[in-house]
């Protein structure tokens, strides 16, 4: 539910009069749940500016920033950057993400790519079925689309 939709809800439970008061004096609504979604986008949305600056750096495994990365050092670098922090491996970033469905995805999440139960990469979707990334040793960060459906999406909280 939007944020817009539930400010009638919430002026039905405050009252007509509480109402008439907060326009009055052009105060605003504040829902918790709407400004935690808001903070949490607004920390994917610089993260994904952040991956995104870091196009051209070489892949290295093991290797967290600022000048190299591997897939989850690219994610947990860009994040930590943005504000949050996350653990280092691609299964265990999966792991402290609130998994949302590919039809929820947001610009912003995380994107693992799994074989059976177990997650081996990991990227920034970016929109358009596409993410950034640090593919394979050999590679450089770059925005590329997915090319698998054995993904599955993780938002960071």
């Given at each position: 539910?939007?944020?817009?939709?539930?400010?009638?809800?919430?002026?039905?439970?405050?009252?007509?009069?509480?109402?008439?008061?907060?326009?009055?004096?052009?105060?605003?609504?504040?829902?918790?749940s709407v400004a935690s979604e808001a903070a949490a986008a607004?920390?994917?949305?610089?993260?994904?500016?952040?991956?995104?600056?870091?196009?051209?750096?070489?892949?290295?495994?093991?290797?967290?920033?600022?000048?190299?990365?591997?897939?989850?050092?690219?994610?947990?670098?860009?994040?930590?950057?943005?504000?949050?922090?996350?653990?280092?491996?691609?299964?265990?970033?999966?792991?402290?993400?609130?998994?949302?469905?590919?039809?929820?995805?947001?610009?912003?999440?995380?994107?693992?790519?799994?074989?059976?139960?177990?997650?081996?990469?990991?990227?920034?979707?970016?929109?358009?079925?596409?993410?950034?990334?640090?593919?394979?040793?050999?590679?450089?960060?770059?925005?590329?689309?997915?090319?698998?459906?054995?993904?599955?999406?993780g938002r960071v909280k």
């Amino acid at each position: 539910m939007s944020a817009l939709n539930r400010v009638p809800s919430l002026m039905a439970r405050a009252g007509t009069a509480s109402a008439l008061t907060l326009a009055a004096v052009g105060g605003s609504v504040v829902v918790p749940s709407v400004a935690s979604e808001a903070a949490a986008a607004s920390h994917a949305t610089k993260a994904l500016k952040i991956a995104a600056s870091k196009k051209g750096s070489p892949y290295r495994w093991g290797a967290i920033g600022p000048h190299r990365f591997d897939c989850s050092g690219l994610t947990l670098y860009s994040f930590k950057k943005a504000g949050k922090k996350l653990p280092r491996t691609a299964a265990q970033q999966y792991n402290k993400t609130r998994h949302v469905s590919a039809a929820k995805r947001k610009v912003g999440d995380l994107v693992f790519f799994h074989s059976g139960p177990s997650v081996y990469h990991v990227g920034i979707y970016a929109g358009k079925g596409r993410l950034w990334h640090a593919p394979k040793t050999g590679d450089v960060v770059r925005l590329q689309k997915i090319w698998t459906s054995s993904v599955w999406y993780g938002r960071v909280k």
